[in-house]
């Protein structure tokens, strides 16, 4: 059973720095493609940034500069480090694990990043 895991989620002021971490379990982690969304209140889940184990990354354009996602195969555990935190990316944060070798998607729960003074 794949489970996915996401920590790092805190309050910070703005202009803060936080990382995310999300572990997956339960896969080969071997041909797939890795994404963090994010929802606010009141607003529909958006897509951050995604990752392939190919390399292939991707941000939404609210992030970029600011946000790095990375992955580790041998931990099996993808990475967003934010920094230049601002109000506005008050979410709680969630990844996606796409396995491409079955074409299935599963989501982790969310870990709550909410940027305030």
């Known amino acids: 059973q794949v489970q996915l895991v996401e920590s790092g989620g805190a309050l910070v002021q703005p202009g803060g720095s936080l990382r995310l971490s999300c572990a997956v379990s339960?896969?080969?982690?071997?041909?797939?493609?890795m994404s963090w969304y994010r929802q606010a209140p009141g607003k529909q889940r958006e897509l951050v940034a995604s990752?392939?184990?190919?390399?292939?990354?991707n941000y939404a354009d609210s992030v970029k500069g600011r946000f790095t996602i990375s992955s580790s195969n041998a931990k099996k555990t993808v990475y967003l480090q934010m920094n230049s935190l601002k109000a506005e990316d008050t979410a709680v944060y969630y990844c996606?694990?796409?396995?491409?070798?079955?074409?299935?998607?599963?989501w982790g729960r969310g870990t709550q990043v909410t940027v305030s003074s």
């Open positions: 339960g896969s080969r982690f071997s041909i797939y493609a």
């Open positions: 996606k694990y796409r396995d491409m070798s079955t074409d299935q998607s599963y």
């Open positions: 990752i392939t184990n190919g390399g292939d990354i």
